[in-house]
T-cell receptor
Framework: SQTIHQWPATLVQPVGSPLSLECTVE??????LYWYRQAAGRGLQLLFY??????ISSEVPQNLSASRPQDRQFILSSKKLLLSDSGFYLC????????????FGNGTRLTVT | QQPVQSPQAVILREGEDAVINCSSS?????VHWYRQKHGEAPVFLMI?????EQKGHEKISASFNEKKQQSSLYLTASQLSYSGTYFC????????????FGKGITLSVRP
């Protein structure tokens, strides 16, 4: 069966510090991978998605970046965090067709102070 | 474009029924429904494809009206475990498969 791992679960970082969140998927090959952000009381905002190694599409211009160095690894990064980067970050995978649901990781609660 | 969900919030007692709506201004190929408990990740409920199908999962069912570009989620004889935030995600008829989520509806079931 497929599983998705996302870490860390919680993170408190000062403004201006770097960020690296990692997500890995097991049990499937060539999944579509996604990073979503959920701010308090708001919906799920798609940040990045990837349909293959090295292929990254950005949905929202910001100081975040994503990379996919391996087929089942997806990394969200920032060189300098802003206060507005605080939120709940969710990694997800899907098979990439219209019948395929999104499977979310447990999320990372990021607080930028 | 983000789908619009209504109503904004729902409060009901155990055993009551509720309907949650999701509307889009674009032609849709599919609608996904997810439920999220506080502090947890969203959990997939069901997918509906264009063609006006209706699906059900235990006492939760959904419909998709392709002409109206609208989907509705029906919760019957609600249970305490139904509490959470319900998100719809829509896929248009384009080649990519990424979802655009609505802002979510908070549903609270009280004893």
């Amino acid at each position: 069966s497929q599983t998705i791992h996302q870490w860390p679960a919680t993170l408190v970082q000062p403004v201006g510090s770097p960020l690296s969140l990692e997500c890995t998927v097991e049990g499937t090959s060539n999944p579509n991978l996604y990073w979503y952000r959920q701010a308090a009381g708001r919906g799920l905002q798609l940040l990045f998605y990837s349909v293959g190694i090295g292929q990254i599409s950005s949905e929202v211009p910001q100081n975040l970046s994503a990379s996919r160095p391996q087929d089942r690894q997806f990394i969200l990064s920032s060189k300098k965090l802003l206060l507005s980067d605080s939120g709940f970050y969710l990694c997800a995978w899907s098979l990439g067709n219209y019948n395929s649901p999104l499977h979310f990781g447990n999320g990372t609660r990021l607080t930028v102070t | 474009q983000q789908p619009v969900q209504s109503p904004q919030a729902v409060i009901l007692r155990e055993g009551e029924d509720a309907v949650i709506n999701c509307s889009s201004s674009k032609a849709l190929y599919s609608v996904h429904w997810y439920r999220q408990k506080h502090g947890e990740a969203p959990v997939f409920l069901m997918i509906l494809l264009k063609g006006g199908e209706q699906k059900g999962h235990e006492k939760i069912s959904a419909s998709f009206n392709e002409k109206k570009q609208q989907s509705s989620l029906y919760l019957t004889a609600s249970q305490l475990s139904y509490s959470g935030t319900y998100f719809c995600g829509t896929q248009d008829t384009g080649a990519n498969s990424k979802l655009t989520f609505g802002k979510g509806i908070t549903l609270s079931v009280r004893p």
